[in-house]
């Protein structure tokens, strides 16, 4: 499967010079991408919506790649995004399915820099430009990671720039966009944070056997609780028992904030988890409804092959009085 896809918005690849630059630098490039160029599949602007969100499903890394047109995504590409991002999978309550996949918008502007300015012609920032795509983001719990882009690629013969300018310009934001990609697939603070959100994506389903999470702890694991501490993995499986009994399954644990950094023994990950969940009738929380918010200091370390082993979990409820 692939783990980036790239979603072309370009709708006419046959008359580009840059656009068409940039991915055949992506095609050429080792990493294994699935380029989708919405120009072939539909140019009658009907979506296949099943494949598309296939294909999202699929990816760890999601990349719109598009010429700016009138500001904003050509037209076909904001069709592309009406129909895939549709209730209960971008949105809604089981809208879940693009939590926690990097988004990135890489984009060929025709105007200058400086343009794009408030006492210049066009007035705004770029990134201004890009709110609406942005909060779409957040919507889907997609992470928006720094949008790649490149003034001056338009190219009118005898008119606006050289084509080997522009070329030689899509070269570069090609070279720009794949070192922001591998930095987000093969980095340690990556490969950490991808961790971190399957892991709660697994405390979500509150699975009947605690065999996954074992496999990603340390035999002599700590794990501090606010109501008490625990060793080992005999002592996971009694609080992972207890809160079986106590959450249901289908609970929501969102990251409101993540921080992997170095320590002596491996990573230090900071994390703010806001847990929504319903419990059952006997449980210490008698059926209530749930929404804690609770800070959580992990020590993990990440071997050769990128596995995540956690070996310290430290869970503290934030006081509403501190
Ligand atoms: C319909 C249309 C609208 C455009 N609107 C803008 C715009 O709002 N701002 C801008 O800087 N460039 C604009 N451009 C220039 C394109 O961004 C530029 O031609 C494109 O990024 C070059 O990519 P390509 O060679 O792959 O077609 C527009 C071009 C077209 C055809």
Redesign the pocket.
Known sequence: MSKIVVISG?PDLE??????VILKCLEDSPESMDIRRLDRLYPDFRIDVEAEQAALKAADVIVLQF?????AVPALLKKWVDDVFSYNFAYGPEGDKLKGKDFILSL????AEETYDPLGYNHFKIEQFLHPLQQTAYLAGLVYRAPVYTHR???IPGVYNRLEDVQSRARDHAGRLLEQIDGLLNSPQARIERFVTEWFRQFDQLPQSSDWFLEHLDRDVNWVMPDGRYSGHAGFRDWYSHARETFRPGCDHQVEQLEVRRSDTGYQVDLRIRLLAETFEGSPFGGEAVNMLVNETWQVSLDAQGRVTIHDYLVEAVDSQA
Do not use: A, D, L, Q
Request: avoid cysteine; charge should be positive; hydrophobic fraction near 25%.
């Open positions: 370009h008359k580009s010079h840059t656009n068409t010429p700016f047109h009138w500001y060929t502007i025709g105007g690629m338009v190219y």
